[in-house]
């Protein structure tokens, strides 16, 4: 009897056999523990199955991906334009520009809908919110489309203090939809699973958000940093929305006035980071515009 083979095929089971015990096991869990089955025998077979399924999986993971991640990204750097959007960072911005853009307007298009549908002033503040949101991407798409990145200094530098005054005004509405989420109960709601899904999301995309305003940062590109701190912006509110999505889900023996203080001290925090960072690029781009000036007329 061949063990190793065996022990191979037990160790890496195929993708589909994992992706049905991932679904088992998820459906058996969430039974045991709705139920109260913690001590049915049943539960124990249950047990044992996800743990496996998490050993295979991770195993999965740490061995067989990095592999297919090399081997994908051999094709991309093949093709000519996925080379370009893997090596270039200015037309890597472009490319999410026009695509947050897209989605911007995607989004307020559904809560302009859902505000006729409901009568509801909530979908109205997200809307504008939104709208502010597409036309801070929409004057950066712009600009891109026109000029080059690195080019026109002083012109990257007007485009982004435009923004960052938009980006002041986009704080009041944010701020707005922070009292409608703490006295009319207002918020997101993700059920099951999803939530999971969307708290996953959210903290891929405020780290990325992180990474990417520190590394466009030294690029010294007024543009390319508006573009940054937009997205930092948008996944710090993203932040809120899970906040409230959370207490939707599971705050239910939580205290209202509690789930309230939590609500306000998280859209201040955000308020303060947005208008830290408005605050800056208005007082960095005023200053070298005046500096740009001053060498022209010296």
Known sequence: MDWKRIG???????VWLMILLTL??????????????DTVPIAYVIYVTAFYTLSVVSIFFAMVLPKQYNRLRARVLANPLGNQFATDPIFRTKVSLNVSLGINLLYVAINLLSWY????????CLAVYYIIMSLMRFLLVRYVRLHDIGVNRSGELKRSLVCSYIMLLLNFFLSGAVLMMSYQNRGYEYHGILIYVMAMYTFYS????IVNLVRYRQMESPVMSAAKAIAMAAALVSVLNLETAMFAEFGAEMALEDQRLMI????????????A???YMIVRCTV????????KNG
Not at 8 to 14: D, E, G, I
Not at 264 to 275: D, E, F, H, K, Y
Not at 289 to 295: A, D, G, S, W
């Open 8 to 14: 191979k095929k037990f160790l890496f089971p195929p």
């Open 24 to 37: 088992l096991s998820t459906a058996g869990l969430i039974a045991v523990f709705l139920n109260g089955w």
């Open 117 to 124: 549908l409901y009568h509801s002033w909530w979908f109205v």
């Open 206 to 209: 405020v780290t990325l958000a």
């Open 264 to 275: 306000m001290l998280t859209g201040a925090g955000i308020s303060i980071v947005v208008i």
């Open 277 to 279: 960072m408005a605050v």
């Open 288 to 295: 070298e515009l005046k500096k740009i000036k001053c060498e």
